[in-house]
């Protein structure tokens, strides 16, 4: 399949001025709009992007000189369920339109092609990627990679390609349940991507020696798994690693071998999808049940199975594992039994750096491990579960390598965490927050009443995903 890049300077100049008018992006439900507000990464001014309107920039004069603390604000009136995603440094929010999908990404780094404009340059305006043929599924960010599933679109065309932003067609497409694809782009260093170029102590396959240049791949490329029937329906991106669950209930991982989950006989970097035998359907997982969730975002995975039961492998040196006590690298899935109250039902799970999250179906989360967990300043290492009091109502969780957050059944977002000096938590400071606190929206201030929909976090900031009232 040929992939090709259109690299029309009039990409660059639309986002310093306005979206075209016949832009009218897609969705199969009715189109509802909402707003997409990031915070962190390094920003010192405020950016919006409003459909039909000018961009507006305004400086902030009282923030700090090296990150944006307060909310950056893109209004982009596009489908209610488009995702969005945050790595290290860097961020990613998708979207539908009538012919296709795409993404825009931003934040602090590209130094490895990790937004996917096709080049290691940081831009000052947030580049803009589609595809034709194409319905957005979800995205995921690692360290310095990234991840794109999309959903083929009954088309008239056998054109499938991604490019930089020149013009979009405004022609309704039909939606058609249809083969999902993967792509990636940025760092592969360890083979994270899936595309078969691994630093593994030897050259890279398309060189002799290993050069000063990073292994890297700056725009979306298709990965491709083993068995060609199969889809991919889930993608989680680690700092070095990336885990795929498919429609056939199996798990495939690439990246940094001793965090994959392969065996203690198979710590090697993989470069290309690779079965995680002991909990896919195809080997070992009929034993114990299918999976319906995975979560990392550092160097462990969390799986939830439709039976409520949840497993762990990669590093767990912080307690993490849930088992009452540190277990270093666990190189193969390893279940954890029910570590909160029988009376409590696991629903999801999120998997942090030095922590791991348990939300259960009354609403509440149980966090466990080390660093700044929600549950004070005087508790900083707990070795089994422990309910974070003041969270109630709970819907949604989710876990970066320093900080978490949680949405509640009101829209609230909440974050906890180590701050750095990013700005990631999104509360306007820099000191760490030992439990959770509300992220205020800037459209509160100015007396709407705004829902949350969605939260993702990185590194080095946060994007959210909200409605007004």
Same mark, same amino acid.
């Given at each position: 399949m040929a992939f090709m890049r259109i690299t029309s300077p009039r990409w660059r100049a639309i986002f310093r001025h306005s979206l075209p008018r016949n832009n009218r992006f897609y969705h199969s439900e009715p189109q509802r709009s909402f707003d997409i507000v990031t915070w962190g990464f390094g920003n010192k001014s405020m950016t919006y992007y409003k459909r039909y309107e000018s961009v507006?920039?305004?400086?902030?004069?009282?923030?700090?000189?090296?990150a944006q603390v307060g909310p950056k604000i893109l209004s982009m009136g596009i489908p209610n369920r488009a995702p969005i995603a945050a790595g290290?440094?860097?961020?990613?929010?998708?979207?539908?339109?009538?012919?296709?999908?795409g993404f825009l990404s931003g934040g602090l780094s590209n130094s490895h092609g990790q937004l996917g404009n096709g080049n290691r340059i940081k831009k000052e305006s947030t580049p803009l990627v589609?595809?034709?043929?194409?319905?957005?599924?979800?995205?995921?960010?690692?360290?310095?990679h990234s991840m794109v599933l999309a959903r083929e679109k009954e088309t008239q065309s056998d054109s499938l390609g991604w490019r930089l932003f020149s013009s979009l067609s405004?022609?309704?497409?039909?939606?058609?349940a249809a083969r999902t694809r993967l792509y990636a782009f940025g760092s592969s260093e360890y083979g994270q991507l899936g595309l078969g170029d691994c630093r593994d102590g030897q050259p890279n396959?398309?060189?002799?020696?290993?050069?000063?240049e990073p292994m890297?791949?700056?725009? %979306?490329?298709? #990965?491709?798994? +083993?068995?060609?029937?199969?889809?991919? @329906?889930q993608v989680q991106c680690g700092l070095l690693h990336t885990v795929l669950l498919t429609d056939q209930g199996n798990l495939y991982a690439m990246g940094h071998g001793q965090q994959l989950g392969l065996g203690p006989d198979s710590t090697s970097n993989r470069a290309v999808p690779t079965l995680i035998e002991r909990l896919s359907w195809k080997a070992q997982g009929k034993e114990f049940g299918r999976v319906k969730q995975i979560s990392s975002s550092s160097g462990f995975t969390l799986a939830l199975l439709e039976n409520n039961q949840v497993w762990i492998w990669g590093a767990t040196p912080d307690g993490q594992s849930m088992i009452n006590r540190r277990t270093g690298w666990?190189?193969? %899935?390893?279940? #954890?039994?029910? +570590?909160?109250?029988?009376?409590?039902? @696991?629903?999801s799970v999120a998997a942090g750096g030095t922590f791991a999250l348990l939300l259960t179906e009354s609403g509440k989360v149980y966090t466990c491990g080390a660093g700044v967990l929600g549950l004070g300043p005087e508790k900083t290492q707990v070795l089994m579960p422990e309910h974070i009091t003041s969270l109630s109502g709970i819907t949604k969780i989710v876990a970066s390598t320093f900080h978490a957050?949680?949405?509640?059944?009101?829209?609230?977002?909440?974050?906890?965490?180590?701050?750095?000096d990013t700005g990631r938590l999104g509360h306007q400071m820099f000191g760490d927050c030992y439990e959770p606190k509300r992220v205020v929206m800037k459209d509160e201030l100015n007396g709407h009443k705004v829902i949350v929909t969605d939260v993702a976090l990185g590194i080095g900031g946060g994007v959210a995903r909200f409605e007004r009232a």
């Open positions: 507006e920039e305004t400086e902030d004069a009282n923030g700090p000189s090296f290290a440094f860097h961020f990613l929010i998708g979207f539908t339109y009538d012919n296709g999908c589609t595809v034709q043929n194409l319905e957005m599924l979800a995205l995921s960010c690692g360290f310095e405004s022609s309704l497409l039909p939606q058609t396959e398309s060189s002799d020696q290993m050069g000063s890297c791949q700056p725009f %979306p490329t298709m #990965v491709e798994l +083993p068995d060609l029937d199969e889809n991919v @329906i666990i190189l193969e %899935p390893m279940h #954890v039994p029910h +570590p909160i109250p029988e009376t409590e039902t @696991i629903v957050g949680a949405i509640d059944d009101k829209g609230h977002l909440y974050t906890w965490g180590q701050c750095g």
